[in-house]
């Protein structure tokens, strides 16, 4: 246990910055979470986030890495983050630099779903694989990719944006002027909407509340009819995605995970029936469709496995 | 010139197998070509292409290795061939390792698609390029990726069926099940038959061969309406498919070539504009999408270079 190493990992929220530190593939100590919005930009956050780095490593002197999953677009090779999705002021800022400065620990800096797929590849659902998609569904589609046994960033650090990539050519008018993104179809809000819209076209109208993933799980395990049919079409639109990555990368796995993914059989029965009819035996026959192993925590352990392994400790 | 290594690149076609012998990025000699279709089976067929690669070696003993692209699914690895879309008779043949029995040169076996990527990423429009999609638009839709500077071929040598990718998850129903296949409405005979309807629409009947996609760039370089629209529609149906390979492996170029891209601006311009429209500033701010450099004899070049790598000699 003493020779582990460990390292901290960073998962960047919207909300809140949580902090862990990670020994192999458990979170065995945590920061209270520092709530994002109550800094005005990152320069002050960072000292925060400096500062409790140094508070862990004092009760565990053997972290030798941080890594940080972020919420948008980062350079990986330099550790400089371009721009966050959901949190002003984060415009080129070289977290990796700032962060190696004040602590003298070397950090590593990768968007937060990349975080995730690394977590699963190296000690989740796909570990030993050398093909793999994982996507994670809540209130965006993100995704990470690993083809030939390694990462997939792409040109300028942006791959494995599954929730932009459409499935329907004249479909909805996404936030990047994209037609028929699947974000548009099954994120959270989304899913919400349409729940909300069947049951009024049935006659009964419900609060939003009442049409969370969470709640139409609830209703499609009791057997509501409505509850169930959006259920197969969401796991329809999510398996038309799953699908083309398949066709385009032949895949070992497509591994699924996220707040919508915890609603189990009810997502997986639909688009694993949906995904299989439609390839053809190369594509299907030892491809696997697994839930992901980790749930929130995912990001934070994937951030220190990235770190170490960036580091070359493991 | 003398101290260049020579391979022998074969382009095996349902219709006919043409055998080149290249030099770089040029085939300086070929041999006539044989009717796949006069053969029974594989045996007899491959028995003559290694006399046909014995012939060309008397005129050419700087022949090093030998490249066959085919057409269907093939293990690169043990250059078994699985199957072939339209060829009969030839499931599970080691055609690599019976063509290195006669011919005593090594050989090496990959899909066709891969071997077009493979030229126009060695030799042609992607030279020097990590991230890379091509796209071939024929009587199919075919694929090769570059990710990370290596060629992608998944976990059965699958990947970059672009073709099968679906545009529409509520649309036509594909070879394989699978719902709206961009193949299935930008195939040579798809264009034909749209282009038809929409005549038919405006009532003009035309037969199929007044239809094909060199006749509709001729009738809308001409100015006539119906095809300027066709051609548009179809450059938003590819744009679609590259836009969604642009979200997931976010590359630095989309090469597209094949029949239908003769057309020139006709369908590359539609195809920019869609495109773009619909990625975000890291997906397309560098992003280049180029005419394929070699026409017809991508296969054959792609497959002679292949063979000089696969085999350490280049």
């Known amino acids: 246990m003493s020779d582990t190493p460990l390292a901290i990992g960073i998962d960047f929220g919207g909300t809140s910055v949580k902090t862990g530190v990670v020994c192999k593939s458990e979170i065995i100590d945590h920061a209270p979470?520092?709530?994002?919005?109550?800094?005005?930009?990152?320069?002050?956050l960072i000292a925060t986030i400096a500062r409790v780095i140094e508070d862990l490593r004092l009760r565990h002197p053997a972290i030798a890495a941080v890594g940080v999953g972020?919420?948008?677009?980062?350079?990986?090779?330099?550790?400089?983050?371009?721009?966050?999705?959901?949190?002003?002021?984060?415009?080129?800022?070289?977290?990796?630099?700032?962060?190696?400065?004040?602590?003298?620990?070397?950090?590593?800096?990768?968007?937060?779903?990349?975080?995730?797929?690394?977590?699963?590849?190296k000690l989740g659902a796909g570990i030993g694989l050398q093909h793999l998609v994982c996507m994670t569904l809540g209130t965006g589609v993100g995704g990470?990719?690993?083809?030939?046994?390694?990462?997939?960033?792409?040109?300028?650090?942006?791959?494995?944006?599954?929730?932009?990539m459409s499935i329907d050519y004249q479909g909805r008018t996404g936030h990047y002027g994209n037609l028929g993104a699947l974000e548009d179809y099954v994120g959270n809000g989304e899913i919400s909407?349409?729940?909300?819209?069947?049951?009024?076209?049935?006659?009964?109208?419900?609060?939003?509340?009442?049409c969370t993933p969470a709640a139409l799980a609830v209703a499609a395990q009791k057997g509501d009819e409505i509850a169930l049919k959006l259920w197969d079409d969401i796991g329809r639109m999510?398996?038309?995605?799953?699908?083309?990555?398949?066709?385009?990368?032949?895949?070992?796995?497509?591994?699924?995970?996220?707040g919508v993914a915890r609603a189990g059989d009810l997502i997986f029965k639909?688009?694993?029936?949906?995904l299989l009819a439609q390839l053809s035996g190369p594509f299907k026959d030892?491809?696997?469709?697994?839930?992901?192993?980790?749930?929130?925590?995912?990001?934070?352990?994937?951030?220190a496995a990235l770190a170490l392994e960036a580091a070359g400790i493991v």
């Not at 696997?288 to 995912?298: S, T, Y």
Request: charged content about 15%; overall charge negative; some cysteine.
């Open 286 to 303: 030892q491809l696997r469709i697994l839930p992901a192993h980790f749930g929130h925590e995912a990001g934070t352990i994937g951030a």
């Open 193 to 210: 909407s349409a729940a909300r819209a069947a049951y009024q076209a049935a006659g009964v109208t419900l609060g939003f509340e009442e």
């Open 270 to 274: 639909p688009v694993e029936k949906y």
């Open 238 to 258: 999510i398996a038309t995605a799953a699908m083309n990555c398949c066709w385009l990368l032949n895949p070992e796995a497509i591994i699924i995970g996220g």
């Open 144 to 164: 990470g990719l690993v083809v030939n046994g390694q990462m997939v960033r792409g040109a300028c650090f942006g791959a494995g944006e599954i929730g932009q």
């Open 70 to 121: 972020m919420p948008g677009f980062v350079n990986f090779e330099t550790g400089v983050v371009s721009n966050l999705t959901n949190v002003q002021g984060w415009t080129m800022i070289p977290l990796k630099a700032l962060l190696e400065e004040k602590t003298g620990l070397p950090v590593s800096v990768e968007n937060d779903a990349n975080c995730m797929a690394f977590a699963e590849w």
């Open 33 to 44: 979470p520092i709530a994002t919005q109550d800094f005005d930009g990152p320069i002050e």
